[in-house]
């Protein structure tokens, strides 16, 4: 009887580690998984931040006030660039998502020359390119995923929410 379970104690050691193994890597992707989804939804929460900054500016300000405002959009922008690139960094990025970051980067830049003109030149802001502006960052953030994903459906719906950010740019 000594012998049968002298055969069977390795068995049963092996099968323990297997499962163990597979346990270990099964916790350290439902991690990872958490991870990535905090950091997109810290990206979406930037958006959201942009978005609002936007909606505070009007034709009722002074021009001291708008370029308080104008210059919040700015940092508010910068904080979204951030903020994709370490959604890059941190996760099993697309394609889709460097794409994203160079719009957003163009975007940065577009909205920099729109400040820079309301600074330097006094000029009116011109509420034609700003409603505009307001208006794609609300259906961009509308459009994008409610939550992160590794799957081609969220590359495809985050594709589809970019759109509206090269309309700005072009």
Known sequence: MNKKYNKIIPFVVVFVGIILIVLYFNQSNTDKLE????????FVSS?????????????????????VLMF???????FVNDRITLLRNNTNSSPQMDTLSNE???VR???????RN????KKELNFEIHTNFEEKIR??????????ESSKDFDQQLKKAMAHIK???N
């Open 139 to 148: 259906l961009f953030l509308n459009d994008l995923p409610k939550d992160y």
């Open 35 to 42: 991870e990535n989804s905090n950091h997109y939804t810290s």
């Open 118 to 121: 309301h600074l330097s030149t």
């Open 104 to 106: 957003f980067l163009l």
């Open 167 to 169: 309309a700005i740019i």
């Open 72 to 78: 919040d959009v700015y940092t508010s922008i910068i």
């Open 47 to 67: 958006v959201q931040t942009l978005e609002q900054t936007l909606t505070q500016i009007d034709d009722s300000k002074n021009d001291d006030e708008l370029a």
């Open 109 to 115: 830049n577009f909205y920099e020359s729109q400040v």
